[in-house]
């Protein structure tokens, strides 16, 4: 069984910073790509960020300069760190993790919620 714990949501006035984490535990193999998903009200899951076990990034246009995706390989962690946020930003935001254990799995957190104020 694999648990992805997420934290570091909240409320933050527009132009203000959050760092999401997300830690991943149990019966994990080696993890390939991490990455963090958003969904907004009333639209689709969307990719935000994303990161190889290799340490390359990619990052969806809204969110480049602001947004930066690390891990900690370690530690099984992903981080996300948001800054300018905006209030577009305002959703639920979801890390995925990719393992390897003889196939590949999926894995998705919880979600939690970032709400950005104007």
């Known amino acids: 069984q694999v648990q992805l714990v997420e934290s570091g949501g909240g409320l933050v006035q527009a132009g203000g910073s959050l760092r999401l984490s997300c830690a991943a535990s149990?019966?994990?193999?080696?993890?390939?790509?991490m990455a963090w998903y958003r969904q907004a009200p009333g639209k689709q899951r969307e990719l935000v960020a994303s990161?190889?076990?290799?340490?390359?990034?990619n990052y969806a246009d809204p969110v480049k300069g602001r947004f930066t995706i690390s891990r900690d390989n370690g530690k099984n962690t992903v981080y996300l760190q948001m800054m300018s946020l905006k209030a577009e930003d305002t959703a639920v935001y979801y890390c995925?993790?990719?393992?390897?254990?003889?196939?590949?799995?999926?894995?998705w957190g919880q979600g939690t919620e970032v709400t950005v104020s104007s």
């Open positions: 149990g019966s994990i193999g080696w993890i390939d790509a």
């Open positions: 995925f993790v990719r393992e390897y254990s003889g196939p590949y799995y999926t894995h």
């Open positions: 990161i190889t076990s290799g340490g390359t990034t």
